[in-house]
């Protein structure tokens, strides 16, 4: 194969740790290293503190590079992850600077957006025209259903703009990869043709993560020497029901093996700490967000990984990518979110599912896995070997490049 010049939009991108920066760096770390060429346009990292991370400033232009990929940070409106209009202006100024920004970066064969957010997915279609090139559209999460899901959106007339905008994307887009397979039959519902539709999932960088010691100083820090850990790593948001983990806490105040961890940040984490406080649930430990490179540290001290969402049908189609990364480490989950997320663990037999937003199930489960040392083990030994065969990030970076080698020829 030839080598491409691959030309990536994304509002995230490392040092940022969340799944969408996940995703882009270990694809295009993995296209680099097989001899392509690869440009990503991103923000000054800020999300989700809403401010720049230290060692940056919003400047107009600035081009780093990060394991062979060129990184060019454009200047961003920056807000913390709050505020619908605000975080709206953000997504975009980012697409108006994009835009301004195009001429000048060097030629493309093929130019991927990836959404949300969904003014970056719309980026690429201006940029792809600029550069004269085809455009991949990654679809990581339907919108605007998800935020009107969560009822971050009520008025009717924004709610169908932007749903015109989702359609008018999904037709121009010369072809569309999505993550989940539930995602694939929406697109295809929205007007694409099914043909122009890949599915690929998110994985694991199996090389990063995997079982190893625990840090003793920072269990002992963090006060989970010789406990039992269930852990919940991620943004504490409005999706994500964590007032359910708080009460199944409450239920399990009493048994002082089993702790609570909390490890992010997000638009709910100020309201559920003082919520914490206010029941003097003192099983719940909450520490901020942490760069990346702690995570295979934190899994390592989890017992259980926790893995919710609120009862919604439109979670049904979500896949959390922080199930591979549990998986891959051998830490037992705890899934309290329904649809095709469920049929993977259940398929991989690495952990126990329960009802979303079920404090009584998840406290039983919890428990039940602390003393069970038998079930536990039997759940430890799956997660490993069913990534391994099916989510290896190497292997699903080697099919997208199928597909983006087909579209540049």
Known sequence: NKSMRILFLSHYFPPEVNAPATRTYEHCREWVAQGHSVTVVSCV????????????????FSVEEKDGIKVIRLLTYITANEGFLKRTF???FYMLM??????FIGKADVVISTSPQFFNGLAGY??????????LLEIRDLWPESIVAVGAIKNRRVIATLEWIERFVYRKADHIVSVTQAFKRHIAKCGASEDKISVIRNGVDLSRFQATDIDSALA????????FVAAYVGTHGMAHGLDTLLDAAELLNGQDDIVFLMVGDGAERERLHSEKERRGLTNVIMQPQQGKELMPAIWAMTDVSLVLLKKLDLFKTVIPSKIFESMAMSTPIVLGVEGEVKDIIKASGAGV???????SQLAAAVAELAANRQHYMALQGCGRKYVSANFDRRELAGNYLEVLDKLAR
């Open 126 to 135: 201006f940029v792809s025209r600029i550069k004269r090139a085809p455009w």
């Open 220 to 227: 002992e820090k963090w006060g989970l020497q010789g406990k």
């Open 45 to 60: 990292p800020h999300h989700p503190m809403g401010r720049a991370y230290p060692g940056y400033t919003n400047k107009f």
């Open 98 to 103: 994009t835009v301004m920004a195009a001429p």
């Open 90 to 92: 953000n997504y975009v």
């Open 353 to 359: 599912c329960i009802e979303p937003e079920s404090a």
